[in-house]
């Protein structure tokens, strides 16, 4: 599975990204009206650091102006994966775009029925949202299982499903274990990821003792 960063700061995808565990970047609207920043120039800034597939999401609802809109960013860089919402008009310009060769993110995904669509469209990438499930008290995880499930049934599909708005590290555990291709983080839950009170303790235990022999390796 590989990890992307659901960021638009790009403070934190720097420091993130030099871990070399960052295979791409998610944006939406709302994350780039946090980064304060003007779009082109934020998804610019993050495919200089970022290499792999970085996801700018357009904010117009019909085709025509959606199919404009991509113009523009795709002109950012080859790397500029054009995130279009699962509407009727989004799933048309998936459909173009991918036709055209251009890597098209479908995001705001809440049923497996959605997905197959997505699929259908050509999309690279089929985001489902987790999180915002659960906060309504419906099962995130079973639609990614449901999404695996039909996929599986399909080897034509390449869609690839990139679980998005994943909370905590218990849903990274999970939606691996179903067999997600890519989730996508806040920094804040990547870090999560790595951190343990257990290591912290253990590595503590571990340099008072070395200490203690006046030695060191270089
Ligand atoms: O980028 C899309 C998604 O990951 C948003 O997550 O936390 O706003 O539901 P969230």
């Known amino acids: ?21 960052i295979s791409g970047v998610t944006t939406n ?20 650091i970022v290499e792999g ?29 054009i995130k279009v919402p699962l509407t009727f008009d989004g799933l ?58 039909i996929y599986d049934n399909y080897p034509e599909i390449e869609t690839a499903i990139l679980a998005a708005s994943v909370r905590h590290p218990y849903h990274v555990l999970e939606v691996a274990k179903i067999g997600a291709d890519v989730v996508t983080l806040p920094g804040k839950t990547f870090r999560q990821l790595y951190n343990h009170p257990l290591t912290d303790q253990g590595l503590e235990a571990f340099l008072k003792d070395w200490k203690t022999t006046g030695q060191t390796i270089l």
């Open 92 to 149: 048309k310009a998936c459909k173009t775009l991918s036709d055209q060769g251009t890597m098209v993110n479908v995001t705001l995904c809440f049923s497996a029925t959605q997905a197959l669509l997505a699929a259908r469209a050509g999309a690279a990438f089929i985001s489902p949202f987790l999180g915002r499930l659960d906060d309504i008290s419906m099962d995130g995880l079973q639609l990614i299982r449901d999404i695996r499930l």
């Open 1 to 21: 599975m590989n990890f992307f960063l659901d960021s638009a700061d790009i403070r934190e995808i720097r420091d993130l990204a030099d871990s070399g565990l």
């Open 53 to 81: 597939p970085i996801s700018a999401e357009v904010t117009a609802t019909t085709y025509p102006e959606m199919m404009q809109e991509a113009a523009v960013l795709t002109q950012i860089s080859e790397q500029v994966t």
């Open 29 to 48: 609207p709302s994350l780039i009206t946090k980064s304060g920043q003007e779009i082109k120039k934020v998804i610019a800034e993050i495919c200089s």
